[in-house]
């Protein structure tokens, strides 16, 4: 059985070939390593081992794991990278660096509520269903330029850029991937701040390097780092 260590390690040269294939600099792809349903314990052995950013899906699970003293004084960075439900955002708000899963307006609306309430500012990706699978959550394309003017005058939250879950089939995946990328060169065409909206999170365990070729700078790494759930 492999360790953690050289998990990450065998991902760091995949993510490094991929950039050199795509004529891109490493240091513009960060790795989350997505550790839910995974002890605190293994968080501490792939912090060891120099992994910092860490993402989680289920709200509750997240603030037991963010809490444990295992973990307790060392600088993690959380990214909460799941679907979350407009009710469970106060639980969160104040404990990640970045949301990766909002999913229509009025969960942008209750973020940003949320935010001004208690004098924070966040930030956050639009998931956006590339696929058009039922089974997936996230925003139809179709509405999110449409949508850019309301989400950027949203108070106390930011729009970093966007987030898809692709098919299974490579193929796919890439022109899914590729999609996405065309999607936030649009919307930052409309954006107050185009140089804010930077962010691509895509790819998983089993396509990051397709989707780092199609511009990814994030991917969000589960099984290859700490093994099957």
């Known amino acids: 059985m492999e360790s953690i260590a ?3 390690q065998a991902i760091h040269e995949q993510i490094d070939a991929a950039c050199l294939k795509a004529g ?8 989350i390593a997505v550790s839910k349903t995974k002890p605190a314990a293994l968080v501490r052995e792939a912090f060891d081992a120099g992994q910092v950013e860490f993402g989680e899906s289920y709200v509750q699970e997240f603030v037991q794991k963010s809490e444990d003293p295992v973990l307790e ?3 993690l960075k959380w990214h ?4 979350l439900q407009s009710n469970k955002i106060r639980m969160i708000i104040d404990r990640v660096a970045l949301i990766h899963g909002i999913d229509r307006f009025s969960t942008a609306e209750e973020l940003s509520r949320q935010a001004v309430k208690r004098n924070l500012h ?14 997936k959550y996230g925003m139809p394309p179709a509405e999110v330029l449409p949508l850019s ?4 005058s949203l108070p106390n939250i930011t729009l970093r850029g966007l987030m898809t879950i692709a098919s299974p089939d ?10 996405l990328r065309i999607l936030l060169d649009e919307l930052r ?5 185009p140089l804010k909206l930077s962010e691509l999170s895509m790819g998983m365990s089993g396509d990051f390097t397709e989707a780092i070729e199609e511009g990814a700078t994030m991917i969000r790494v589960g099984t290859a780092i700490f093994g099957w759930r």
Request: negative net charge; aromatic residues 8%.
């Open 6 to 8: 050289s998990n990450l």
């Open 24 to 31: 891109r600099d490493p240091a513009g792809v960060s790795l």
């Open 73 to 75: 004084n060392i600088p």
């Open 80 to 83: 909460f990278v799941g679907h």
């Open 122 to 135: 966040v930030e956050y990706l639009l998931e956006v269903n590339t696929s058009g699978e039922a089974s």
């Open 149 to 152: 003017a309301a989400l950027f």
């Open 170 to 179: 490579i193929a796919e995946a890439k022109r899914e991937f590729r999609s």
């Open 189 to 193: 065409k409309l954006a107050p701040d």
